[in-house]
T-cell receptor, first 114, second 109 residues
Framework: DADVTQTPRNRITKTGKRIMLECSQTKGHDRMYWYRQDPGLGLRLIYY???????NKGEISDGYSVSRQAQAKFSLSLESAIPNQTALYFCATRAGDRTIDTQYFGPGTRLTVL | DAKTTQPNSMESNEEEPVHLPCNHS???????IHWYRQLPSQGPEYVIHGLTSNVNNRMASLAIAEDRKSSTLILHRATLRDAAVYYCIPTTGANNLFFGTGTRLTVIP
């Protein structure tokens, strides 16, 4: 079973709708991240969380919100989706107890906003 | 965070070595050099990282210039499965990763 899972894997929605993307991990990591990737571009950080009570904005947080429901779960919400939020969204985790550690990514959610 | 420069794309024949370069001339003394790759339709995956000395693991080798302003990821025998976008990311371990556009590697059968 995958260590980092994302649901849904694909979603098509309309402008103005509220959307929630969910991420779960079984790695026991404290740190979790949400990124978006646009075609031909690298990943950009939306939000990150160092633990359940610690949420931080990333490079492009406008139009998004997050919820860290438990150590293993980190959700990304689009309160009112707009077409330029059409992108590939990745969740990632990382252990928080070492200064050098890798990030582990989920398979991604492809979101299309019409 | 240090700015990086990587070629947009590279090609390699299958089973030949590939050297993927990265310039990071503004790297700080405490930044490690991380490499991630993103296979088609997948999330990025860690490849290797190093600080000053060259590093080897089962996936690749990392050669770091003496002045640390550049590094090279070496795939010793490229396979079709190595076709991916490769990202060079200088960062301290505690900081977040900043992905650029990377190098798209095409492996020719």
């Amino acid at each position: 079973d995958a260590d980092v899972t994302q649901t849904p894997r694909n979603r098509i929605t309309k402008t103005g709708k509220r959307i929630m993307l969910e991420c779960s991990q079984t790695k026991g990591h404290d740190r979790m991240y949400w990124y978006r990737q646009d075609p031909g571009l690298g990943l950009r950080l939306i939000y990150y969380s160092f633990d359940v009570k610690d949420i931080n904005k990333g490079e492009i947080s406008d139009g998004y919100s997050v919820s860290r429901q438990a150590q293993a779960k980190f959700s990304l919400s689009l309160e009112s989706a707009i077409p330029n939020q059409t992108a590939l969204y990745f969740c990632a985790t990382r252990a928080g107890d070492r200064t050098i550690d890798t990030q582990y990514f989920g398979p991604g959610t492809r979101l299309t906003v019409l | 965070d240090a700015k990086t420069t990587q070629p947009n794309s590279m090609e390699s024949n299958e089973e030949e070595p590939v050297h993927l370069p990265c310039n990071h001339s503004t790297i700080s003394g405490t930044d490690y050099i991380h490499w991630y790759r993103q296979l088609p339709s997948q999330g990025p995956e860690y490849v290797i990282h190093g600080l000053t000395s060259n590093v080897n693991n089962r996936m690749a080798s990392l050669a770091i210039a003496e002045d640390r302003k550049s590094s090279t990821l070496i795939l010793h025998r490229a396979t079709l499965r190595d076709a991916a976008v490769y990202y060079c990311i200088p960062t301290t371990g505690a900081n977040n990763l900043f992905f650029g556009t990377g190098t798209r590697l095409t492996v020719i059968p």
